[in-house]
């Protein structure tokens, strides 16, 4: 390893050299090396290795001091000034350790927000002309989809798709993945390209087409190494043999983001490959059945309206009853877009994204404002050595340029550091989800080019800027009495105390952000959420990768439950289509004698639900019964609704009993007399979501739920009698396991743990702001104590003169307490002020919290009078012990 | 044999110290780095680049020349020794002259104390 590096140290010095000399060079930094002990000894010789091979490039005799102006070719001077640029990392290690750091934290933390930002917002999907291409809000059936796609003329390509579940099987081992059933013209509608083999066309989407699948970049990574004989190899999905046509690039995120799409399957091959809801034998012969999603390319010309004109007439040729101008029913063409980010979060994604982007702003603003100061700091530091090389006749340009390449020296060190710092970003950031259930992981994006070289940009220049100020000084400067040594008033102190006011009061914002996201996830946990948070088990079985029907599914289940309930530590056992806070199904009901004001009253959120879940989890009956083993397919179709509901619907209070219908505008009077629900039962509001009311709600027995909804997905709750959460977590899927030992299970976790996922935005809220607050308080730290330390050290010879005269140590306090004060009392309220004027965007993330109130400008007042106090310390002590004598003395 | 002429003065530091590390024994070059270090306390530290550079030079033009002395048994056998010529002596004499007038003529305008 270390000959590794001599060796490549080596390539830093000229060829001629390397020549004559390489031996001998090998060896100077190798024994060199072997002298410096410890992390400062190797950083030491590491400068000054990169400094001397800057040196050997001057032709002659490289000069290791002062650098006077002469004669020379431009670029001999420019390695010059590279040269003691470079120099400053080791005669200046803990400045530039600090101002690198702080470019790398600032230009790292940006570039990671920014990218992300640019993979969720500014380009959530790589399809080119995304603009002209639109979706129709709701689900189609597969017949009348081929009915658009032959009849339309506003579409230059229409294309149908859903979600669908695999497991590849390759090398035994089955990997679960996700995906999209398309049709032939879905490549070639979202613009997919095949990064090796060929891309889904018509050819496949044909009924007795040998099956074909095109698999991602990362499923390619991930399982198959790369490996390039992949493509036209055979592959398991789904336990059906399928030829692996070709892979799609990193960069193709399907459809939409919430719905990630790891395998392409084409329709028509659908039916061999799926089990549950897509492997019923009418998907493609039913008109009543909808289950894909519908989009199309807008002919050049054709207006969005139009088209949706167009659709809406294509579809009622088919279903008579289709009443356009009804809104439950009108198709709309929603931009793909704005489907792709969730269609009802897509408006929270926006403000959380520029939430989080304005944060990371703040927190470069604050680097580079850090970094400024450092600047200041060496500048003065500096003054001497400028009026050396003045007094040795360097122009004012010459030092310009040298002071220049330093600042560039630290900003390029601090771009590279920054990429590394976006990189760690990146993989912390991963395991997050976006608002919109968008998990971030997969996106798959990487370092943005642009942010970066924009972030990169933005820190030279200030560094750039801030470094050659003192220029400005030098020329007025009196040389002599800088070279003296003698220290006068500096002009630039004012400068200083605005960049840290600056310093406090980003801290200030920053704090405010960490302190209400933190206490919003402290109330994602404590939350009545009319349910059960602390106790139940939550089990997700992944019965389609056995692709077992509805029948064996149901059959499982039954046998769990009478499991369940012989086992002496289980209270409570019941299986339910949904977790509670995740994923929504809602269905539009008839209700006779209830008229809605506006259309979404007569939606209510559905759960299928097995017996004994309404225990499990604890939701209380407030009046009738809950489901039993009684309720099956055959008997009286029944309902268990909330409160909410049932004050809707029946506001005089005799719901149990009532009776309604779920919404099928296309049902002939037989059907809806068939599909009639008898309410059995009423229990407790629960709330959907952290940030949600309570939702109205309807439980159907899973054994009568036939809808277009894959609730082969259904998940196992239970409730232990006095066993700890995790460990009921641990004894449910052996209880699966015993029942169906082949039962794949994808998760096993407590509702603790679920609660957690559902606060993900919020957690990810908290973290990033205090990860930057965090930075920031160190940072004004920093800031706040070299500018009193600067001062206290300006003036020492007026406090020791105070001090002879009489000043108590109280005015000396006052003194330099003053000159901390200014800063912090400033900052701070400049900071609140700023908080309390952005903090709106962050109300909606709170969990209905306040974003601002008395207690949180406390607190935040609290952490900046702890900062002040911290970096006031060392100054006021080096003020106190002035000697007074001794100040006069040198007099 | 050459003479030392305005082109080569005022010699660099690092020059100057390489000669002066040469003028009582013949070294190899890693000990003229470390002779330099000690000598002047630290304050000039001559890298390997700065050190080769400038002895491929001095050798190209007549001031050092490769010693035949070889290393003594346990050090590295791949170590050249160099050996100050009659010039190079001669070169650092007009350098350190060069040095000493011109601390005369600071010493003339009071920039520094005169010799006690």
Known sequence: ?891 | MKAPTDSVLPLSPAVFHILLALADDDRHGYAIMRDVEERTGGVIRIGPGMLYGSIKWLVADGYLEESPRRPRTGDDERRRYYHLTASGRDLLKAEAARLEAAVGLARARRILPRKA
């Open chain 1, 1 to 891: 390893m270390r000959r590794l590096i001599k060796r490549a140290f080596l390539l830093a010095y000229p060829r001629h050299l390397r020549h004559a000399y390489g031996d001998d060079i090998l060896l100077a930094i190798g024994e060199d090396l072997k002298r410096r002990r410890g992390p400062r000894g190797r950083l030491g010789w590491f400068g000054r290795t990169i400094a001397d091979a800057a040196a050997s490039w001057r032709p002659r005799q490289p000069r290791p001091q002062i650098p006077l102006p002469e004669p020379g070719g431009p670029m001999s001077s420019l390695g010059s000034d590279l040269r003691s640029a470079l120099r400053l990392f080791t005669h200046a290690p803990a400045f530039a350790a600090g101002a690198v750091l702080t470019l790398s934290l600032g230009i790292g933390a940006t570039t990671a927000i920014f990218s992300l930002a640019d993979a969720s917002l500014l380009h959530p999907l790589s399809v080119p002309g995304a603009d002209r291409i639109v979706v129709n809000n709701f689900t189609w059936s597969y017949l009348d989809f081929r009915d658009l796609a032959r009849q339309t003329t506003s579409f230059d390509d229409t294309a149908a798709w859903t979600g669908f579940g695999g497991a590849l099987e390759y090398r035994g081992t089955t990997h679960p993945l996700q995906g999209a059933v398309c049709s032939g013209s879905y490549t070639r509608l979202l613009g997919v390209t095949a990064l090796a083999g060929r891309v889904l066309d018509e050819r496949d989407d044909q009924a007795g087409a040998p099956l074909a699948i095109m698999i991602s970049e990362g499923v390619w990574n991930r399982i198959f190494g790369r490996d390039p004989s992949v493509v036209g190899s055979t592959v398991q999905i789904n336990r059906r043999p399928a030829t692996v046509v070709g892979i799609t690039p990193a960069s193709f995120r399907g459809a939409s983001l919430t719905l990630k799409t790891e395998v392409l399957v084409p329709l028509a091959v659908l039916p061999e490959v799926s089990a549950g809801f897509l492997a019923r034998p009418d998907i493609f012969t039913s008109r009543t059945t909808t289950w894909l999603q519908v989009g199309g390319r807008l002919k050049a010309g054709t207006q969005v309206e139009s088209a949706e004109t167009e659709t809406n007439a294509i579809y009622k040729q088919s279903h008579p009853k289709h009443d356009v101008n009804n809104p439950r029913d009108r198709y709309v063409l929603v931009p793909l877009l704005t489907r792709a980010t969730g269609l009802d979060r897509s408006t929270d994604l926006r403000t959380f994204i520029l939430i989080l982007g304005g944060a990371t702003l703040v927190t470069m603003l604050l680097a580079c404002a850090t970094v400024a100061n450092l600047l200041l700091v060496r500048a003065d530091r500096r003054e001497r050595e400028l009026a050396v090389r003045a007094a040795l006749g360097a122009g004012r340009w010459r030092m310009a340029r040298l002071m220049m390449t330093e600042s560039v020296c630290l900003g390029v060190a601090g771009a590279l550091g920054g990429v590394l710092v976006a990189r760690g970003a990146l993989s912390l950031l991963a395991s997050f989800t976006l608002p919109g259930d968008i998990r971030v992981a997969d996106l798959e994006f990487a370092v943005n080019r642009l942010v970066l070289f924009v972030s990169v940009g933005l820190g030279i220049a200030t560094s750039a800027l801030f470094g050659v100020a003192p220029l400005w000084r030098v020329s007025r400067m009196d040389v002599t009495s800088a070279l003296r040594g003698s220290q006068g008033h500096s002009p630039r102190q004012p400068l200083r105390t605005t960049l840290v006011t600056m310093q406090v009061a980003l801290c200030v914002m920053l704090l405010g952000g960490g302190f209400a996201f933190g206490r919003a996830v402290q109330r994602a946990f404590a939350l009545d959420l009319g349910f059960d948070t602390q106790h139940p088990a939550i089990v997700t079985p992944r019965w389609s990768l056995l692709r077992y029907s509805r029948a064996q599914i149901l059959d499982v289940q039954t046998r769990t439950l009478a499991a369940a309930a012989a086992a002496p530590w289980v209270e409570a056992a019941g299986f339910a289509g949904l977790r509670p806070l995740s994923g929504r199904l809602t269905m539009d009901f008839d209700v006779p004698g209830f008229t809605p004001e506006k259309i979404e009253d007569s939606d209510a959120d559905v759960t299928p639900v097995s017996s004994g879940y309404l225990e499990a989890v604890r939701i209380p009956l407030r009046a009738g019964r809950t489901f039993t083993t009684a309720d099956t397919e055959t008997s009286p179709h029944v309902a268990v609704i909330s409160e909410a509901l049932a004050r809707r619907f029946w506001p005089n209070g005799n719901a149990v009993g009532a009776r309604f219908y779920p919404h099928d505008a296309a049902a002939t009077p037989e059907q809806k007399a068939g599909s009639v629900l008898t309410v059995v039962g009423v229990v407790g509001d629960i709330r959907r979501g952290l940030e949600r009311d309570a939702d109205p709600m309807v439980y159907l027995p899973n054994v009568q739920f036939k809808s277009a909804f894959d609730f082969a997905d259904a998940h196992l709750f239970v409730r232990a009698k006095t066993l700890p959460s995790e460990a009921a977590a641990k004894e449910a899927v052996a209880l699966l396991k015993q029942v169906d030992p082949r039962l794949p299970i994808a998760a096993a976790m407590t509702m603790q743990e679920h609660i957690g996922d559902a606060a993900m935005v919020h957690r990810l809220g908290f973290t990033l702001f205090a990860l930057f607050a965090g930075l920031a308080v160190v940072l004004t730290a920093i800031g706040v104590y070299a500018v009193v330390a600067f001062a206290v050290a300006r003036r020492t010879r007026e406090i020791g003169i105070r001090m002879a005269l009489g000043a108590r140590a109280s005015t000396v306090l006052g003194l330099v307490l003053r000159q901390g004060a200014g800063p912090v009392v400033g900052g701070l309220v400049l900071g609140l002020a700023g908080y309390w004027l952005s903090s709106g965007a962050l109300r909606r993330f709170l969990l209905s919290l306040p974003a601002f109130d008395g207690r949180l400008a406390a607190a935040i007042t609290m952490m900046i009078g702890l900062i002040a106090a911290v970096a006031l310390v060392l100054p006021l002590r080096r003020a106190l012990r002035v000697d007074p004598m001794r100040t006069l003395r040198s007099e």
